[in-house]
């Protein structure tokens, strides 16, 4: 994990180095919301506060689109930072991430941290279902059944999925 520490205009200083990803500062003008994103952006206030005293512990994971980055992962912590008036965001650009495996990687990323009621999980259940099948519809490979992708991605088993 990079931990890093909090300045106005220079903030990327790596305090411990352990991930191998690279971590790119990006005006923050050129980022754009990811419109797949149909997660509650709230408590901005108290994360803004919590990035400017101890730092941001997580960079953005973002894709590239047309001379621009959209969102794949962070957007309440983009929002904090927008909150703080940072001119640069630090993120993770992931590269050559389709339309369909953007959302997944939003829905994979929200799996995992945040508490979903089962109402949430089942409309996650069913969009991952649906983006699966689209994917091999387009010749994609998914290794095994859809419902053991989709339990993987939730953190289930395939049966709890089905």
Not at 37 to 59: M, R, T, W
Not at 92 to 105: A, P
Request: aromatic content about 6%; glycine content about 4%; overall charge negative.
């Amino acid at each position: 994990m990079t931990v890093y520490a909090f300045s106005t205009e220079n903030w990327k200083r790596p305090i411990e180095e352990v991930s191998s990803l690279q971590v790119k500062d990006i005006d923050i003008n050129l980022i754009d919301t990811n419109p797949n994103n149909l997660y509650s952006i709230s408590n901005i206030e108290d994360l803004a506060q919590d990035i400017e005293e101890n730092g941001l512990y997580h960079p953005i994971l973002v894709r590239l689109i047309n001379n621009r980055y959209e969102i794949i992962s962070g957007e309440r912590r983009y929002q904090a930072i927008k909150k703080l008036g940072w001119s640069k965001v630090p993120c993770i650009i992931k590269e050559n991430v389709s339309d369909l495996d953007s959302e997944i990687m939003l829905i994979q990323a929200n799996a995992k941290t945040r508490e979903l009621t089962d109402m949430e999980k089942a409309r996650q259940i069913k969009r991952l279902e649906e983006l699966y099948k689209a994917k091999k519809e387009k010749g994609e490979y998914i290794q095994g059944k859809i419902r053991d992708k989709i339990g993987q991605d939730m953190g289930l088993s395939g049966v709890q999925v089905h």
